[in-house]
């Protein structure tokens, strides 16, 4: 019997994180539980060679087996979808192909590849790009130049992220690659980038790396221009790419066109349901101060080029914060490969910026006929329904007397009671009784 990347993905979560509902795995991984089931059984069957049906028990001998990884690897066989993502990224990196060389490396008949070859081409038409074949070399990529590294960018990207449980064929391959165009300098340099908190997002190394690679590879046949990131960081790169590479490192992200009725699309779903989850107004200085359109190219990328992310199992403990999870259940509806970690960078970086706009507002708690002892007691009760914390407790002749005609701070106000607060910078909240007395402790 042999395995898959979905075995090993499977073992590759179980093993990384303490999870042992198999539903909550098959979530994680964008899979039915039943067929996650059914790998976990085979997995069962091909390392310990019986038919064990008790879930639990397989998930804990996983966890437990420190071989089980290799041995998984030494029976993985290449699926279809991965015999294409390798001819894709041979045919882009090399420009070439020949069908009878691959037939036998990938252990398929000429048949079998021709179908792999169509599908192919209708993602290189994608690109306006066409395979076309040449007199004893095969089949030949032709296409504009730009055009050519925007795709081999994506799959660079893909197998960046799927290295650890892709075949040994690909990961071979990739490997190679990277030694042959330097990967150790060009870490090195990207290293010494400066990385201010409003250009530098997760993924962005990856991203960057991946676009170095794909427009610095194979350029002996091209004319050349010297590219500068900064003043210090310079690659030479062909001259017909270097305004687009140039976007990229410039903006840490870049938009491809092909990709903007979709990007569109998540753009206004995604105000849709940051709007309804956390209660916000989406206007300019939301996305002033957050990477918005950064996360959605992301996204974007990963959905073209259907890349399975598993980079969530390295901060994944236990179970996903329900609140996080709510938040990526509602964004998959029409963002399907948002993972745990995206759920993550997203909940966190809004409610930064909820709270430090806040900032420029104080929490006042004023009074008027309400005796002092039941209002000390009553403000840690409000102060724990609402989740705030007061700044100052005054009685309304305090509060007017302190806070008259300054409008440099803008306050949240909070009471009981009826207060007649006529001033433009003083929000005025009502405190409900029923809400006070009925709330859970």
Known sequence: MFTSSKHIQAVLVIKKTKIEDYKVIAKLLNIKPLSLFFYIQEIEKIFWGKNEFDIKTIIKKIKDSKEILPLLRKHQKITKLERKLYI???????????????????????????????????????????????????????????????????????????????????????????????????????????????????????????????????????????????????????????????????????????????????????????????KIEIDASFYQNLPIEKWLVFFVFKEIFEVNDLYYTNILTKNIPQNISSLIKKLQKQIPFITVYDGIVIYCFILDYIYKSKENYKNIFVYSNIPIPLTEVAIKRIEYIYNIKFDQVLHTKEFHALFKGNASIKYNVFSFENIDLNYKNITFKKISLSKFFNSEN
Do not use: W
């Open 88 to 278: 894709s990224f041979v045919l882009l990196d090399k420009r070439v192909i020949n069908i009878t060389q691959l037939s036998e490396l990938l252990e398929v008949t000429r048949r079998t590849l021709s179908y792999d070859l169509e599908e192919i081409k209708r993602f290189l038409n994608f690109y306006n790009l066409k395979l076309v074949p040449h007199k004893n070399q095969g089949l030949r990529l032709e296409g504009v130049e730009k055009n050519i590294r925007r795709m081999l960018l994506g799959y660079i990207f893909k197998i960046f992220i799927e290295r650890k449980f892709l075949p040994e064929l690909i990961n071979s391959y990739f490997m190679n690659f990277l030694k042959e165009n330097n990967l150790k300098n060009i870490l090195l340099k990207i290293n010494s980038i400066p990385k201010d908190k409003k250009n530098y997002i997760y993924y962005n190394d990856i991203f960057l790396i991946s676009s170095i690679l794909a427009f610095t590879t194979n350029t002996e046949s091209f004319p050349k221009d010297e590219f500068y990131i900064t003043s210090d960081i310079s690659f030479s790169i062909p001259s017909c790419v270097h305004p687009y590479l140039s976007d990229i490192a410039n903006n840490r992200y870049y938009t491809p066109t092909n990709f903007l009725p979709k990007l569109k699309l998540y753009k206004t779903f995604f105000e849709s349901t940051v709007n309804k989850f956390f």
